[in-house]
C-alpha cells in the first residue's frame, strides 16, 4: 500500500523548552512544548514525550516519519548526545530518562533521515516559512545562540572572529525558499563565574536577562521586566545598550547596580529597592526598544523589502513589537507565535521540509492551535473520577457561549477549555482564564483567587477583529497577542481590567475563521454589555505550566478560585461538597508531593 503522506518531525531538544513539530505534507499537523505534557516549566530533557504526543495524534508511527531534524542551542546535537553517554549531566538528561534516551532509535542515530541544524537558522525558518510573505526581511533576537563554529548558514565576507563567539541577533532576506544572510550580531567569549553566565555577556537579549537576573533572581522572566517598566522613572540610570555606526555597544555592568534580589531574602513586592528595580526595568525596555528599531531601519533600507518576520525570545517582547512594527518602516509584520525556544521545533521541521526535501512552501500559519483535539470521552473521563464527581454539578448546555457570556457580565472567573491547545507561551483563547473587563478590581479579583502574580503585572485582552481598531490605537493585527496597542483614550474607564499602567493592552484579535466558538463567545458578550472584550490570561497557577488535558484543567478549577469551567460544551459549577472536601485533598497532595520529594536518591 503506498505511503500518503510525507512527514517531518522538528524537535527542540535538551535544554529548556523542549518541543516537537511534526509537519504532515508542509503543514503543520501537531506542535507541542514538553512542559505541557510533564507539567515542569520549561521542561528540558529528553524528547520522547513530545514526539509520542505527536506521533499518537497523528496515528502514524516513527517508521512512517521522512526526516528528523534537531536543534539544540548549547552544541550540536550529535555532540550534545555523545557528551550524554558519559558525563553526569542532570540538567539536560535527568536520571529517570537516561535509559529511555538510550534506547530510543533517534539518539546518538547515524541515519541520514536524522539532521541537525544551528540556532538562529532553526528560528529564521520558524519566521520566515510559516508566515504569509512570499519575500521580505528576518529579524531574529534572542539570548544566545548557537556558536559560530557551528552555524551553518553562509556567513557574510566580513563576518570574522572568535570560532567561540555565540549567536546574539541575526539578520535574513527570504524569497520563496531561499534564505541569505545579511548580518549576525555575536556575543564574545567573556569571563563569567560560571561558564553558563550567557547573561554576562555583552549583547541585546543576553542584557535584557541579567537584568531580569538581577530584578527576580531567574534569567527567564522577562515577561515581568518587560510589566514592571512602566513603573519606573525616565533617564534614571545611564544607557544600557547603544547604537553607534550600526554597531552594538553594552557598557560594562558595574557597583551601580548593587541592590540585586537575594531569592529567599523576603516579600519580593515589599523590598526597599523596588523603586530602584522599576527605575532599571524602565532603562533595559527603552535601551531595548530603540536598538530594535535601529535595527529595523537598517534591515529595511538594506533589503528594501516591505515585510518583516521575527523570531527570538526578544520577540515575546510585545512593548517592542508594537513600536517595530509602527515605527520600523515596514508595511506588515508577523511574529512567529512560539517565537522562543520552543518555536525551534517549527524551524526545524520547515528546514527539513525547503532545504533538505526541496519541496516548496505551502502552509501559512494562520493560529497556533497546534495540539490534539480531546474526545467527549476524555471528557467524560475527567468528570467521573471518584474526588471530581463529588464536587461538582456538570451541566451540558445547548449554547455554551450564550451561558458563559451570562456568567462573565456577572462577574464569575472561567476556565474555558476548547479544541486543541495553542503553541507557544500564550494562551489564544482554548486553554485561557476569561473575565469581565469592566471593573478595575477584577485584576486583584484573578490575582487572589488563581493567578497569584506579582500586582504589577497586567491582563491581556482579547477583542473581536472588527472592533480592534475602535478600541486600540494602531493599524497592524495581533492574532497572537505579541504587540502592545494604546488603549483610546474613551474606552479606559469602560475596560479599566486590561488597562497597564501607561494605558497600553497586549492584544489580542479574534476572528471567526481561526476561532469561531471564541469569537461568538465575545458577541454574546458585547450583546449583553456593550463591550466586544474579554480578559484573557493563561490557564494555570503562578509557576506552571499552561493546562493541556481535561484533567489538568479539572485539577486548577477545583484548586483554585475560578467560579466555573467550560469543557466543550459541558459547564461545571461547584457544589457545596466542594467546601469540605477541597482541604482534605489538598492535605494529602502535598503530603503526598513530600512523600516523593524525600524518596529521590540525594
Known amino acids: 500500500m503506498p505511503k500518503k503522506h510525507t512527514y517531518v518531525l522538528g524537535l527542540n531538544t535538551y535544554d529548556h523548552d523542549v518541543s516537537a513539530c511534526l509537519l504532515r505534507d508542509g503543514a503543520i499537523a501537531y506542535a507541542i512544548g514538553k512542559e505541557r505534557l510533564t507539567r515542569e516549566k520549561h521542561a528540558t530533557g529528553f524528547y520522547k514525550e513530545v514526539i509520542d504526543y505527536c506521533l499518537d495524534a497523528e496515528g502514524i508511527s516513527l517508521d512512517d516519519v521522512d526526516l528528523v531534524v534537531r536543534n539544540c542551542y548549547i552544541l550540536p546535537v550529535p555532540e550534545m548526545e555523545e557528551r550524554l553517554t558519559y558525563q553526569d549531566m542532570p540538567?539536560?538528561?535527568?536520571?529517570?530518562?537516561?535509559?529511555?534516551?538510550?534506547?530510543?532509535?533517534?539518539?546518538?542515530?547515524?541515519?541520514?533521515?536524522?539532521?541537525?541544524?544551528?540556532h538562529h537558522l532553526a528560528h529564521a525558518y520558524s519566521a520566515f516559512a510559516a508566515s504569509p510573505f512570499e519575500e521580505g526581511a528576518v529579524m531574529i533576537v534572542d539570548g544566545v545562540g548557537s556558536y559560530r563554529a557551528d552555524a551553518m548558514e553562509k556567513l557574510p565576507e566580513d563576518d570574522t572572529g572568535s570560532p567561540l563567539a555565540r549567536e546574539s541577533e541575526s539578520y535574513y532576506r527570504f524569497s520563496g525558499t531561499r534564505l541569505d544572510c545579511l548580518k549576525k550580531v555575536w556575543l564574545e567569549p567573556s569571563r563569567g563565574m560560571l561558564n553558563e553566565e550567557f547573561y554576562s555577556m555583552p549583547g541585546l537579549g543576553a542584557l535584557y536577562s541579567r537584568a531580569s537576573t538581577y530584578v527576580f533572581g531567574d534569567w527567564n522572566k522577562c515577561g515581568e521586566l518587560m510589566g514592571l517598566a512602566p513603573y519606573g522613572r525616565r533617564e534614571q540610570f545611564r544607557h544600557l545598550l547603544e547604537i553607534e555606526n550600526e554597531e552594538l555597544r553594552v557598557p560594562a555592568w558595574s557597583a551601580e547596580f548593587k541592590q540585586p534580589y537575594l531569592v529567599g531574602t523576603g516579600d519580593w513586592e515589599n523590598n526597599p529597592?523596588?523603586?530602584?528595580?522599576?527605575?532599571?526595568?524602565?532603562r533595559v525596555q527603552d535601551d531595548t526598544e530603540s536598538v530594535l528599531l535601529a535595527r529595523a531601519h537598517w534591515l529595511r533600507e538594506t533589503t528594501g523589502a516591505r515585510n518583516l518576520c521575527v523570531a527570538g525570545g526578544v520577540a515575546l517582547n510585545c512593548v517592542a513589537n508594537g513600536r517595530v512594527a509602527r515605527e520600523g518602516g515596514f508595511e506588515n509584520i508577523w511574529i512567529q507565535p512560539a517565537a522562543g525556544d520552543d518555536g525551534i521545533a517549527i524551524g526545524c521541521a520547515y528546514y527539513g521540509w525547503l532545504e533538505v526535501l526541496k519541496q516548496p512552501r505551502n502552509h501559512v500559519m494562520e493560529h497556533a492551535y497546534t495540539g490534539r483535539t480531546y474526545g467527549e470521552h476524555e471528557i467524560v473521563n475527567a468528570l467521573q473520577r471518584p474526588l471530581v464527581r463529588i464536587q461538582i454539578n456538570p451541566v451540558r448546555s445547548d449554547d455554551v457561549c450564550r451561558d458563559t457570556a451570562r456568567l462573565l457580565s456577572d462577574q464569575k472567573v472561567i476556565g474555558w477549555f476548547q479544541g486543541p491547545s495553542e503553541f507557544g507561551p500564550r494562551a489564544l483563547g482554548n486553554r485561557s482564564l476569561l473575565a469581565d473587563p469592566r471593573k478595575a478590581e477584577m485584576k486583584d479579583i484573578l490575582n487572589s483567587r488563581v493567578k497569584h502574580r506579582q500586582a504589577f503585572r497586567p491582563f491581556a485582552p482579547i477583542v473581536l477583529a472588527e472592533r480592534m481598531k475602535d478600541i486600540f490605537e494602531g493599524e497592524e493585527d495581533s492574532p497572537f497577542m505579541l504587540i502592545a496597542k494604546a488603549v483610546r483614550p474613551e474606552w479606559r474607564d469602560r475596560i479599566p481590567g486590561i488597562v497597564h499602567v501607561d494605558g497600553t493592552a497586549r492584544v489580542q484579535t479574534v476572528r471567526e475563521a481561526t476561532n469561531p466558538r471564541l469569537y461568538r463567545l465575545l458577541q454574546e458578550f458585547d450583546r449583553l454589555t456593550g463591550v466586544p472584550v474579554l480578559i484573557?490570561?493563561?490557564?494555570n497557577v503562578k509557576g506552571e505550566p499552561i493546562v493541556e488535558t481535561p484533567e489538568d484543567a479539572m485539577v486548577c478549577f477545583l484548586t483554585t478560585g475560578i467560579d466555573h469551567l467550560v469543557l466543550h460544551d459541558t459547564l461545571i459549577s461547584k457544589n457545596a461538597m466542594h467546601r469540605f472536601v477541597a482541604p482534605v485533598v489538598k492535605v494529602f497532595s502535598d503530603v503526598g508531593a513530600l512523600v516523593a520529594q524525600s524518596s529521590q536518591p540525594a
Not at 536 to 539: A, G, I, R
Open 91 to 118: 540538567g539536560f538528561l535527568p536520571p529517570p530518562e537516561r535509559e529511555q534516551a538510550e534506547q530510543h532509535p533517534y539518539f546518538r542515530s547515524n541515519s541520514d533521515k536524522v539532521v541537525s541544524i544551528s
Open 273 to 282: 529597592a523596588m523603586r530602584h528595580w522599576e527605575d532599571l526595568a524602565w
Open 536 to 539: 484573557n490570561t493563561s490557564f
